[in-house]
Nanobody
Framework: QVPLVESGGGLVQAGGSLRLSCASSGRSFRVHTAAWFRQAPGKLREVVGTLTWSDGRATYADSVKGRFTISRDSANNTVYLQMNSLKPEDTAVYYC????????????WGQGTQVTVSS
């Protein structure tokens, strides 16, 4: 069973918005950092942004800064990625992942959700 489940992907026109969600599939684990990654065809996976669970502080890749926002719902153990002003170059499979401490690897991943931005 995949530890995390993403949803919210789809096809959108350039300039549009999507919101991705990521929730536990039922397993319980400690989270220090939640992150969103993406991988476009033929490219390496890259980090989109991270969120420190305890205080909700987020960091972003330069390519999405000012357009994407990561947030969380602690009560429901869900993390979101709000994507605005989408560009064709944002097309990728988006993954969420969590780790238990800053020095740890991202151990738990979702299966990914496809985001396609048409020009």
């Amino acid at each position: 069973q995949v530890p995390l489940v993403e949803s919210g992907g789809g096809l959108v026109q350039a300039g549009g918005s999507l919101r991705l969600s990521c929730a536990s599939s039922g397993r319980s684990f400690r989270v220090h950092t939640a992150a969103w990654f993406r991988q476009a065809p033929g490219k390496l996976r890259e980090v989109v942004g991270t969120l420190t669970w305890s205080d909700g502080r987020a960091t972003y890749a330069d390519s999405v800064k000012g357009r994407f926002t990561i947030s969380r719902d602690s009560a429901n153990n869900t993390v979101y990625l709000q994507m605005n002003s989408l560009k064709p170059e944002d097309t990728a499979v988006y993954y969420c992942a969590v780790r238990a401490a800053p020095s740890f690897e991202y151990k738990y991943w979702g299966q990914g959700t496809q985001v396609t931005v048409s020009s």
